[in-house]
């Protein structure tokens, strides 16, 4: 005897096996896993019998408690911890169409897999701001998702930090926001493999997205809107992670993407809009083995007011800030110090300050902001810069030195072309220039 379970997930994420000899998984568009185990059990049944592995249903409906393992539409659970309480590693755990009030918490390897839209989970307890230091506050804070284990994917389904039952007095933007975190990794230990796909995250306090653990990780083709204007508010953060963020879209939050301390993490192709800091890169390398951030085929568009678009700060290796699209924001792309003699590049950007008031396109400075100061050496190739009150700006601070190497870079419709407070700058042609080597204004 035979049975076939289709699952519209990217990866498998492991064997699902029942009472039969040979029970296959077929991951639609990908490969086909096989187990022939006899019977594989997970969690223990009110009876204190095992419970067999396989995907576990979750229902507005459902109520079937433990005694069934939530393991069929019909016999379906009520709430989705109840659901990963009784999962084998590598369960899929299936949530349908409703409103779920739950802070869940996953303590295991699973995939966590809504039903689009119309799964939408609300924290169910309001703590958007117990403190003002870190973003779990001692496990004080409300996220409506927390990570406890190494490869877990969290796919088709939306987060929304208000829960209309209950009230916080925290506004943002119209929405009265209860939980501090949308889905966030424990800082308890180093959790890798973590996926975030196709999830909207919307109306959080703090963190809409947060890799912290130092693990893997990827977040992909997902949303996040408005996230408050704390000053330390991030839409997606890496710390000390390696990984991919990749084809989301950024609305209306303080910092849309920022790695710190990043191992080695591919930010690509993502769009953020309205936000006062685009995409950063924040310490990069800092951990031994890792390796460099590369910033490539982004858009960032109407920053707010003094904000930046794509920007580095203080790395230890160096970042690689390649093929982006910024328009209408003060700063277009920067380079702020650097915690090592290292040669950050910035190649075939095109900036556009849509002729803002003391916009800059390019801006390199030795300045480390409220941590001192540092030497900067920085190569712009084949960039464009059109529209800004000042092209390039490079600036030094006292005893420290800014390089920068302009080569085929379109400096178009600014004010000033290049300002430099007494540092090295340096235009210069190579023989295979695709852009033109000029400067007009």
Not at 140 to 167: H, K, Q
Not at 261 to 281: D, E, K, L, M, Y
Not at 289 to 294: K, L, R, T
Request: with cysteine; net charge negative; glycine share 12%.
């Amino acid at each position: 005897m035979s049975c076939t379970i289709r699952r519209a997930l990217s990866v498998v994420t492991g064997s699902l096996a029942f009472a039969t000899s040979a029970c296959t998984v077929a991951t639609v568009g990908e490969v086909t896993a096989t187990s022939s185990a006899a019977l594989v059990t997970g969690g223990v049944g009110e009876a204190g019998g095992p419970i067999a592995c396989g995907v576990r249903y979750v229902t507005l409906e459902g109520g079937a408690s433990s005694r069934s393992g939530c393991r069929s539409p019909s016999q379906a659970c009520a709430t989705i911890q109840q659901a990963v309480a009784v999962a084998c590693p590598g369960d899929v755990v299936l949530v349908g169409a409703g409103r779920f009030a739950e802070n869940v918490v996953v303590d295991r390897p699973l995939s966590l897999v809504g039903a689009g839209d119309a799964t939408v989970i609300v924290p169910a307890a309001s703590s958007p701001a117990p403190c003002n230091d870190s973003s779990l506050c001692g496990g004080a804070a409300s996220s409506v998702v927390l990570v406890r284990a190494n490869d877990v994917t969290i796919a088709d389904l939306t987060i929304d930090g208000d829960n209309p039952a209950i009230t916080s007095g925290a506004v943002v933007r119209g929405a009265d926001v209860d939980a501090r975190n949308g889905i966030a990794t424990d800082t308890g230990g180093l959790f890798n493999g973590l996926e975030v796909r196709d999830v909207t995250v919307k109306n959080v306090y703090l963190r809409g997205i947060e890799a912290s653990s130092g693990g893997t990780f990827a977040v992909v083709q997902s949303r996040v809107v408005n996230v408050s204007n704390d000053e330390q508010a991030v839409a997606i953060l890496d710390t000390e992670g390696a990984g991919r963020i990749e084809g989301n879209l950024i609305v209306d939050v303080t910092a849309a993407i920022v790695t710190n301390r990043s191992q080695g993490t591919h930010i690509a192709g993502n769009t953020v809009r309205r936000a006062a800091s685009g995409i950063r890169s924040d310490n990069a390398g800092l951990v031994a083995g890792s390796s460099p951030d590369v910033i490539e085929n982004n858009v960032v568009t109407d920053c707010a007011p003094d904000g930046f678009g794509v920007w580095s700060f203080a790395p230890y290796l160096p970042v690689t800030v390649r093929g982006n699209r910024v328009s209408r924001c003060s700063v277009g792309l920067a380079d702020l110090g650097q915690s090592a003699p290292v040669h950050s590049l910035f190649v075939e950007n095109q900036v556009d300050g849509g002729s803002l008031a003391d916009s800059v396109g390019l801006y390199i400075s030795t300045s480390l902001l409220q941590y001192g100061s540092s030497n900067v050496l920085v190569h712009a190739a084949g960039n464009t810069i059109e529209n800004a009150s000042i092209g390039v700006y490079v600036q030094e601070q006292t005893g420290f030195t800014a390089g920068v190497d302009l080569e085929c870079d379109a400096l178009m419709g600014d004010g000033e072309a290049i300002v430099s407070d007494d540092a090295a700058v340096t235009v210069g042609d190579r023989p295979a220039c695709l852009l033109p080597a000029v400067v007009r204004n």
